[in-house]
């Protein structure tokens, strides 16, 4: 689906990110290095917030949280709830299709070390925004992590203390606009097992439950 946010991917907003794709792509040519653009239909009812690309997933094929380990979780459990197509997702090219559900992130670049600063934030939080105002009532916004469920209250003009993170923990940001926040899919998160998949399932089944 066409982009209609104001996203571009010529956005040069945070020096520091631009000048780092282009040392990215220097080392791996082959590589997306570009900002990410959000995958799925623009219409949507479930908008997952990621983090930002990471370096040999989203950075590399150019769409959110596809060919790195974080993905794998997040694509098995949406095709699980039907809100994907397949339960892998492994290239921009590869046919999988989002069903009412759109992924983005809340910064669009890959930052050094997957640490975006405060105002690397700040800079995409339009785009968040845009993804936000665009969504139809009754819809739910699935924070994977602080970061952005801090993006998502920014984007709302909410105040960041009344609306604290926790695991499963639901807040009711507009009459008909709830989120829903989850420990993001990482690499790091799962092999500690501080997220499970039946954690990360028990939550798209409240996603659910609010949807149906």
Same mark, same amino acid.
């Given at each position: 689906?066409?982009?209609?946010?104001?996203?571009? %991917?010529?956005?040069?907003?945070?020096?520091?990110?631009?000048?780092?794709?282009?040392?990215?792509?220097?080392?791996?040519?082959?590589?997306?290095?570009? /900002?990410?653009?959000?995958?799925?239909?623009?219409?949507?009812?479930?908008?997952?917030?990621?983090?930002?690309?990471?370096?040999?997933?989203?950075? $590399?094929?150019?769409?959110?949280?596809? &060919?790195?380990?974080?993905?794998?979780?997040?694509?098995?459990?949406?095709?699980?709830?039907?809100?994907?197509?397949?339960?892998?997702?492994?290239? $921009?090219?590869?046919?999988?299709?989002?069903?009412?559900?759109?992924?983005?992130? =809340?910064?669009?670049?890959? /930052?050094?070390?997957?640490?975006?600063?405060?105002?690397?934030?700040?800079?995409?939080?339009?785009? %968040?925004?845009?993804?936000?105002?665009?969504?139809? /009532?009754?819809?739910?916004?699935?924070?994977?992590?602080?970061?952005?469920?801090?993006?998502?209250?920014? =984007?709302? &003009?909410?105040?960041?203390?009344?609306?604290?993170?926790?695991?499963?923990?639901?807040?009711?940001? =507009?009459?008909?606009?709830? %989120?829903?926040?989850?420990?993001?899919?990482?690499?790091?998160?799962?092999?500690?097992?501080?997220?499970?998949?039946?954690?990360?399932? =028990?939550?798209? $089944?409240?996603?659910?439950?609010?949807?149906?």
């Amino acid at each position: 689906m066409p982009d209609t946010t104001g996203f571009t %991917l010529s956005c040069t907003l945070c020096s520091r990110l631009a000048g780092f794709l282009q040392d990215v792509k220097r080392e791996h040519p082959e590589y997306y290095c570009l /900002p990410v653009p959000s995958f799925g239909d623009g219409g949507a009812h479930l908008l997952i917030v990621g983090l930002a690309p990471g370096m040999h997933g989203a950075n $590399a094929t150019g769409r959110p949280f596809t &060919g790195d380990h974080a993905g794998i979780l997040l694509y098995q459990t949406l095709h699980r709830f039907d809100f994907a197509s397949s339960d892998q997702s492994v290239a $921009a090219d590869d046919g999988l299709l989002l069903k009412d559900c759109r992924i983005t992130n =809340a910064v669009r670049c890959l /930052p050094p070390q997957n640490k975006p600063t405060g105002a690397e934030v700040n800079n995409c939080n339009r785009y %968040l925004q845009q993804e936000l105002a665009q969504m139809p /009532p009754d819809s739910v916004v699935m924070a994977l992590g602080v970061v952005a469920h801090r993006a998502v209250i920014k =984007a709302m &003009g909410l105040r960041q203390n009344q609306f604290q993170f926790g695991h499963a923990a639901e807040h009711q940001l =507009a009459p008909r606009l709830l %989120l829903i926040d989850s420990y993001h899919c990482s690499r790091y998160n799962t092999n500690t097992r501080r997220l499970t998949t039946e954690m990360f399932e =028990a939550v798209f $089944a409240q996603i659910r439950s609010h949807m149906d």
